[in-house]
């Protein structure tokens, strides 16, 4: 089992639609949570990281951590095109590791 | 305004050739990594540095070396090439437990 895992999509959606992406992860030590946006053939940008339980919102995008469920999930409202991107979840430990999931690809159609 | 420099971008190597990828970064970050991602597999963790002197194996160490001389940079060396080492590698660098940046990427034919 990956230590984070997520759903490889693709995940497809109306222009205008809230996206739902989601990540779990086994280790129960981890403390740190991120969502990064990436283009084919570019590096990773960070969108979001997310530090303790409940919801995180800026502008179009809320981060969702549920450490007791080992669960953390991105909304992305009124998705755009130009959101079509794969969506990395990585989960940071408290022994300065970061790992990623495999990654989500969104699709956004116009 | 450099941030994460990944030298080179792009390399084809024979098998059993070695080589060293160079990464520096300017930040003054604590923590280092080194991941390959391949297609439909996310980023992999190769090695990782929490700081100077120190390193430690990620998810996928076999067949890499790694090296932290100093604070700024964080090498990775391939000893003898193999086809399955044909990847995007990635450097990336972070204060400890924050947001990693990430360098432009090297990408790896291995023929």
């Known amino acids: 089992q990956k230590e984070v895992e997520q759903n490889s999509g693709p995940l497809s959606v109306p222009e205008g639609a809230i996206a739902s992406l989601n990540c779990t992860y086994s280790d129960r030590g981890s403390q740190s949570f991120f969502w990064y946006r990436q283009y084919s053939g570019k590096s990773p940008e960070l969108i979001m990281f997310i530090y303790s339980n409940g919801d995180k919102e800026d502008g179009r995008f809320t981060a969702q951590l549920n450490k007791a469920s080992q669960y953390v999930s991105l909304l992305i409202r009124d998705s755009q095109p130009s959101d079509s991107a794969t969506y990395l979840c990585a989960v940071g430990s408290n022994t300065g590791k970061l790992i990623f999931g495999q990654g989500t690809t969104l699709q956004v159609k116009p | 305004n450099a941030g994460v420099t990944q030298t080179p971008k792009f390399q084809v190597l024979k098998t059993g050739q070695s080589m060293t990828l160079q990464c520096a970064q300017d930040?003054?970050?604590?923590?280092m990594y080194w991941y390959r991602q391949d297609p439909g597999m996310g980023l992999r963790l190769i090695y990782y540095?929490?700081?100077?002197?120190?390193?430690d194996k990620g998810e996928v160490p076999n067949g890499y070396n790694v090296s932290r001389l100093n604070k700024r940079e964080f090498s990775l060396r391939l000893e003898s090439a193999a086809p399955s080492q044909t990847s995007v590698y990635f450097c990336?660098?972070?204060?400890?437990?924050?947001?990693?940046?990430f360098g432009q990427g090297t990408r790896l034919t291995v023929v």
């Open positions: 540095s929490a700081s100077e002197g120190t390193t």
């Open positions: 930040m003054n970050h604590n923590s």
């Open positions: 990336a660098s972070s204060p400890i437990g924050s947001e990693a940046f």
